[in-house]
Structure formats: structure tokens, C-alpha cells
């Protein structure tokens, strides 16, 4: 049993900026309510923006110690993927083994584990052991949670999209259906690495005693109604909103001081993500698409998955004819961004996005209308609450098939840029995203709620 008056929580994220981005928020958050954190960091890491970000984290808050987790090598002719942060997710769960002494060496006792959904299969047999309770971080919307709760079941009928109406969707109980067109491609691949840890993680969640959701009323409080009230599958643990996580001080970087110069609303931010990387085809028409808007633009360019690898200048990538004729109206960068502050900032107007589900929450607590492009995974699942909420559009015929022109970008640029209601819904999804993390809001209240329930054991 854990000494009652010091709540000590333990977070392991997975591998990618997208996991590990909440889980520190989510333990600055704990740290604020004077539990002590031991976070657990992965070795190595893949990208160097992983490794930058941990090391930040300890010296900014004292409650939080650093317990670093050597992972074993992977064995790569046993393990089908081309994606190196998926192949990370399957390190760590090879090594979830060496979880235990870790967790039972903690002092004081610790109360809780807070861990990953690409690790929960890996990790519940572990934490079950202990007689530790789980809690689980769901880094996506909760769309795609239900989606991952409701897989197993559908897994082995005819995931593959057809011509026929009927049979292109979907149905998970108590959610409109999908369109099969919507799945994240590994998962409609039966060999895939991802496809088989999605399974086995879908399978284990129902067994935590909390799913985290980073979402607030706005961002469709519709599906957790669904998943709260039994009807996506009985007997869930409960899922509790505990968004939009706010950007830390800790994680600035140097400001874009370019924005300082733009006039309030003027700029479109282009970013992707830390892990999807564009091809040149796609990146030259991107820029054609922004210099056809007439708009300023504030560009993070990225052409490789792992930003180690990303060497190429950013002259050669988009072009140096391109840099000298929009030098006057737009910012073309390769290295990370504080994204947090650049939405904050008056001068953004909109976000060309690729719908991640931190940048669409981002976007919501900030208030920017969002253009919304998916490139893969998970994200044309997420990308629906972006118009459902009024917080922007997702142009459905651009996918992560074909190429999108120049023109066809630059056209829908310049018509969210001029639409004056679409920046009234945006700042008002802002307000109420504000006041749900505010003292006494929804999320602020979940939040509260979680370290109540922590506190009481399992
Ligand atoms: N991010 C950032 N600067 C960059 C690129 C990404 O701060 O230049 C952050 C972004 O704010 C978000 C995270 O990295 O918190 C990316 O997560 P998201 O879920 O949006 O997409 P993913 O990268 O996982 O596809
Ligand atoms: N995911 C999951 N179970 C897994 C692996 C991934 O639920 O076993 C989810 C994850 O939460 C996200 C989506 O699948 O919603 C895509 O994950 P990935 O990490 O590949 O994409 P990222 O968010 O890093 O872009």
C-alpha cells in the first residue's frame, strides 16, 4: 500500500512526439497536484526531438524524476514493419519484461501506471502482477479509440473498400459507421506489424481502470457519451476528458520573431507533424498552393520520417527559385517549431494541417480555424471533428493517395483565409476550450477526479 499522503505515479509514453508530447503535459498536470512522478523514458530514442524534450522535463519540475528504461534489440526478421516508430512500439513491448523491477523499486510505493495504447497489451500483464493500477494515455481522438476497442471483433471480415455503398463502411455500435476508406492502411494489411498490435492493444484496454482522453465537449463529446453509456461494448473502464493539454513554458524554444512582424491573422502555419514526411512531388506543389494564395505562410518543411536523417538543405528541398520570390511573404524552416506558441500567436490565421490529434487540439485551445489535409495513419479519423466542431474543413478528396495540386491548395487557402465566420466559431471552440481546463471546467474537474481515484487504490 502507498503512503496516502503522497500520491507517486509512474508514466511510461511510447516512441513519436505524438506520445510523448501529452504524456509530459499530462505529468506536469499530475505535478501541479503535488503527486510525484516518476516518468519513464525509453533508450534509445529515435528521434532527436524525443531526447531534447526529456531531458527538459526533469529540470523544470521538481516532482518529477527520470527513470530510464534500456530497451533490448529488436530482432527485425521477426517483426513486419518499415516504420521506425512502430518498430520502437514493438522494442518497447519486447521489453516490457524489464518493467517490473523498475516499478516495484519506486519509492515511495507508487499508486499508479499511467501507459500508452501501442503499449497496454505488453504492459496490464505487468502492472497486473504488481497489483498496480493502469491507466491509460489515448494519444488520438475518440473516434479512434473507439475504433481500436471495436477492432478485434471486425478484424477478420472484408476490411477493403469496394464500389458497393453498402458494404464501405464500418459499424461500430453506437457511433455513426466509418468508411472503410478511413482506416489508418496498416490495419487493412493482415501481415502488418501495426495490424497486430492494434488487435492485441484493443483486446487489453478494456482491462485498465481509466482511458485518459485528450478531448473537451467540443471535440466530440458525441463518441464519449457512446463509450461512457456501454454502447460502443459493455463493461468499459470509464473514459475521462481530460483536454486540450496546454503547451508548457518549459517547452519553448526560440520564438519565430518573423511572426512578430506579420499582421494579426495574416499567416498561414504549414506543418505536418513530427513524423510524416512529404515527397518533393508534393512538397513543390505545396509551395505553388502557398504562393498562389497571395497569403504569408510560416512553413515547417520535413521530407524525412526521423529527424536525424532530414539533411538536405531547404533550398534544395522547396526549391531556391521558390525561397527568392516569397521571401517578403513567407518563412520556410526545417527545424522544430514550439507549435504551441506559434498558434498562439495573433498573427496566425489558419493551420494547414495533417490532422494529428495533439495539432488538431492545439489548434481548438488556441482558437485557429484548421485546413485540414491527412497523410496517414490515424488521421482522417481524427480529421472528422474538424468539421463537425466548426473549427475548419477536411477536403476529402485530398488523401494520402494522389498528388494535390498547386492551384487546388492555393484556391482553398485564399477561401479560409476570407471566411470571417469560420474565425468566430474558431475563437469560440477556443473560449470553451479554455474554460473546460479552467478551474472548475469539465476537463479540469477529470483531471481532479483521475487523482481522487488514484489516491483510493484500485
Ligand atoms: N510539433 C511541434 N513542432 C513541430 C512539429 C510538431 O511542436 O515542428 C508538436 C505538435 O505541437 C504536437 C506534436 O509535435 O504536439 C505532434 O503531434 P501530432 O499528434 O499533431 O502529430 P504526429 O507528429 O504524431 O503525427
Ligand atoms: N495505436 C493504437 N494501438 C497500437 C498502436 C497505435 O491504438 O497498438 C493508435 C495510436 O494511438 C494512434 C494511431 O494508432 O491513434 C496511430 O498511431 P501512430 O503512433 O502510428 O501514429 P502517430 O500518432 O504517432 O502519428
Redesign the pocket.
Known sequence: MSDTNTLHVAILPSS????L??AVRLAASLAARNCRITFITTHPTVSL?ESRLVSRLVSFFPNVTRQEFHLLPLDRSTANSNDPFCLQFETIRRSAHLLSPILSSCSPPLSALVTDPSLVSAVIPITEKLRLANYNLF??SPKMLSLLIYFPTIANTDLSTTSSKTTDYIEIPGIPPLPKSWLPPPLVDPSSLFRTQFIANGQEIVKSDGILVNAFDSLDKATVAALNGGKVMGRLPPVITVGPFV?LEF?KGSPVEWLDRQPVGSVVYV??????AASREQIRELGDGLERSGCRFLW?V?EKKVDREDEEEVGEIVGHGFLERVKEKGLV?K??????E??AHPAVGLFL??????????AALYGVPILGWP?G?D?KI?GEVIPKSGLGIWVETWGWEEIVKGEEIGDKIREMMGDEKLKVQAARIGEEARKSVGVGGSSYKGLEGLVEKMRKGR
Open positions: 513519436g512526439m505524438g506520445h508530447v501529452p526531438a494519444i488520438a503547451p517547452e506543418c505536418f507533424g513530427n513524423r510524416t515547417v520535413k524552416v527545424s522544430w517549431v514550439e507549435q504551441g506559434v498558434l494541417s495533417h490532422c494529428g490529434w495533439n495539432s488538431i487540439t492545439e497523410q495513419g488521421q481524427n
